[in-house]
């Protein structure tokens, strides 16, 4: 009886997608980001390509790990075809670093200028390019409209276009298929050798449209994502999750 | 099939190109001047002046004494260059080939090119016809060789045909100053009473050479047509460069857009049937009060795409005053390249089409912030972190060498690295806390060191030995201390990035 239900709201759910504008996707085209719990918070069960997505950071340090969960994000979209733009009035990004996030860095072209609302013209006029497989900007202050004309853009050229706010003035909503927030996590050494072990991160997803918020602790770890289960914190054993979901 | 050359030769040059510039000079005596060794000498006089006596070398004071009313003018350096340039640039219509011979004949070679006006005879007159009417005295010369055809030119009978194979005989009365000889030698032999060229045309070549040198005898055998000479064409200048005249002045900015647009595709469907691309290219337009209001624009990659280019005037074209209006538009394409298809490719996996998109799109982003807000990076073999990037010239660079991924590098990298208070072990142990910004980072886990030494043939100072720490809340920062624990001064710690 309760799996009836279930099934019932689940046909339901996926009759409501299409009617919303969300086109399911064939699983030819389906973008795969090495990591299925965040997949499946999403609605069609799949990363969302194509969109704006919005993040969030408050220190240097969550800047810091954005940055570069974005670019592991992007060495997903990149791999299968092509160039990214990296827009930015104040960039601090070490090119030389990002290999180490799976991008080969010179397929990344920088746009360097000096105010928020030149960074917003020239990711718009990039985000009409469809060429481009994805375009970040790390833009501080954004409004509505603004969000909306850069959303039309990707609905057009389903380029993937990213927001990065570092410490924004007011927490406005924009037009954004998700709003993330990544803070670093302590790392955990191999078998109790010193040193600094593989990048962690908490990813929360802090909204998504027509999907379930959710947030992961990640461990970025030789070129892919894994999940972390912290020992100390039971958590719903990710098995369970991929059944459910 | 034997080569046809025609020498044009324009005896007063200057002074005709005076005349017509100045047609009251026509009947006046005057002379071009220069200074030469502080005193000014005529280099150039009319036929009335060289009547009274003037000639080139004179004294221009000897020459008032002569002939008071003698007119003198500035000869300019380089005048007389620049006229029988483009008299050789004219002179494209009767042969694809044609030379300059300074300081002022022509050479063409007309091999082939006669028939179209019927016969050489007709040829000749054409060209006559033509310079005289522009007010120019020309005696032509025609021969197989450009050497008979000089000779002729400027020695024989007025605009002398030569056939083939009559090439001795039209020299042998000739002087020998027809052979383009340098005046000492032939001063040389004029002086042993060789005063035409049959004089010694006959004399044993080892004692030609003996007496006046290897140049006669390439002189003679070039003019009988026993060596072969060559000539340096002139290749006139492509212009790029459209027009647009407005019958009444244009004002308002959709106007000039019509204007520009007209003048974009004239002169990409130019560019395109000759497989080029436009990388400059600078719209001019003349205002109805004389000034000239111009907006430029350049591309990342030639190209003849007249909508982008369009696009890349558009945001510029507010910025012209066109006051009480324009009245001509010129759009100039300074530079132009060739449009080579194999090189259209970008990072090799692309189409052609799609690249020229991101082009496109750079080109755009550069025309409004100016190119240098374009960065891509290649790395460079430097272990120094400011170093180990350069920037790369053009969108297609490739690196010469491979990213570097054996040490963690820092996600975000300090363009100046800052100050921190670090409490530390010595001698090279990771610190223990840090303090940054007014706040304290306790250190839980640490890795390094590892030392970066300067580069002594680029910069000197201290080295670097770099720490990658992380604090009890997970953030994880790059840390160097600069330079080595000594007695008497604590070495300073800096933070340069932060990793993710």
């Known amino acids: ?245 | 099939m034997s080569k046809r050359y025609v020498t044009i030769w324009f005896p007063q040059l200057l002074t005709n190109w005076m005349v017509r510039h100045q047609p009251l000079l026509k009947n006046i005596p005057f002379a071009f001047s220069a200074p030469v060794h502080g005193r000014m000498i005529i280099t150039t006089a009319n036929t009335i002046a060289a009547s009274a006596g003037i000639f080139p070398g004179m004294a221009v004071a000897d020459a008032k004494a002569i002939l008071p009313a003698l007119q003198v003018s500035d000869d300019k350096p380089g005048q007389v260059i620049k006229l029988i340039m483009s008299f050789g640039e004219w002179c494209i219509r009767y042969t694809p080939i044609t030379a300059i011979d300074p300081p002022d004949g022509l050479i063409l070679d007309a091999s082939g090119c006669t028939h179209l006006w019927g016969s050489e005879q007709h040829y000749l007159i054409d060209i006559i016809k033509h310079l005289n009417h522009f007010g120019y005295q020309v005696k032509l010369g025609m021969a197989d060789t450009i050497g008979t055809a000089w000779a002729v030119t400027h020695f024989g009978q007025n605009n002398s045909i030569i056939s083939s194979g009559n090439e001795s005989a039209a020299l042998l009365e000739l002087p020998p100053e027809a052979l383009r000889l340098e005046p000492l030698i032939t001063e040389k032999l004029h002086r042993l009473g060789l005063k035409t060229i049959s004089s010694f045309i006959s004399m044993p070549r080892s004692a030609l050479r003996r007496r006046f040198g290897k140049s006669l005898l390439l002189r003679l055998d070039q003019a009988l047509g026993f060596e072969m000479e060559h000539i340096e064409p002139i290749h006139p200048l492509e212009i790029w460069q459209e027009k647009l005249v407005c019958f009444d002045p244009i004002r308002t900015a959709p106007g000039i857009e019509i204007a520009l647009k007209q003048l974009l595709e004239k002169i990409c469907h130019r560019l395109q049937k000759e497989e080029k691309g436009l990388r400059t290219a600078t719209l001019k337009c003349h205002r109805v009060d004389g000034r000239i209001e111009q907006i430029a624009i350049g591309t990342n990659r030639a190209s003849y795409n007249a909508g982008h280019l369009f696009k890349l005037f558009e945001l510029k074209i507010n910025t012209i005053a066109p006051d009480l209006g324009i009245e001509l538009f010129v759009l100039e394409a300074a530079k132009v390249e060739d449009i080579s298809a194999l090189q259209e490719t970008l990072w090799g996996e692309a189409n052609v089409i799609e690249d020229l998109k991101i082009a496109e799109l750079l080109d755009r982003i550069s025309g409004r912030f100016g190119a240098n807000s374009i960065h891509r990076f290649l790395p460079d073999e430097h272990y120094w972190p400011e170093r180990s990037l350069k920037q790369a010239s053009t969108l297609t660079e490739e690196p010469t060498t491979q990213w570097r991924n054996d040490q963690r590098r820092p996600i975000q990298l300090l363009s100046k690295p800052e100050p921190v208070e670090v409490t530390a072990p010595v001698p090279d142990y990771p610190p223990m806390s840090f303090r940054y910004k007014g706040k304290l980072h306790n250190i839980k886990k640490a890795d390094g060191p590892e030392r970066i030494e300067r580069e002594w043939w680029l910069d000197s100072g201290l080295p670097r030995d770099y720490y990658c720490v992380e604090d009890e809340e997970g953030h994880r920062y790059w840390l160097f201390r600069a330079g080595h624990y000594d007695d008497e001064k604590l070495p300073a710690w800096f933070i340069h990035g932060f990793f993710a």
Do not use: Y
Request: proline share 6%; net charge positive.
């Open chain 1, 1 to 245: 009886m309760l799996s009836n239900k279930s099934n019932i709201i689940d046909q339901l759910q996926k009759a409501i997608l299409p009617l919303q504008g969300v086109k399911s996707l064939s699983s030819a085209n389906r973008l795969d980001i090495g990591f299925r719990p965040i997949e499946l918070a999403f609605p069609n069960n799949s990363f969302p390509t194509g969109a704006m997505h919005e993040f969030i950071s408050e220190a240097s340090e969550s800047a810091a790990a954005t940055n570069a969960f974005v670019a592991a994000l992007l060495s997903r979209i990149i791999n299968k075809s092509g160039i990214c733009l990296w827009v930015s009035s104040s960039r601090t990004l070490f090119p030389a670093a990002m290999e180490a996030f799976g991008i080969t860095p010179h397929r990344l072209i920088f746009i360097d200028v000096k105010k928020d609302t030149e960074a917003l013209w020239a990711m718009e006029e990039a985000l009409k390019c469809e060429r481009l497989a994805a375009v970040v900007g790390e833009i501080r202050n954004i409004n509505l409209t603004a969000s909306r004309k850069l959303q039309l853009a990707v609905e057009k050229s389903k380029v993937t276009g990213f927001i990065l706010r570092h410490h924004p003035p007011n927490l406005n909503p924009v037009a954004a298929v998700s709003r993330w927030k990544i803070n670093s996590l302590p790392s955990k050494p191999e078998d109790g050798l010193p040193g600094v072990g593989f990048t962690r991160w908490n990813v929360e997803l802090l909204k998504v449209r027509n999907g379930k918020p959710g947030s992961w602790q990640i461990e970025w770890a030789g070129n892919q994502f894994q999940q972390v289960i912290p020992a100390d914190v039971i958590e719903m054993p990710l098995q369970l999750v991929r059944q459910t979901g």
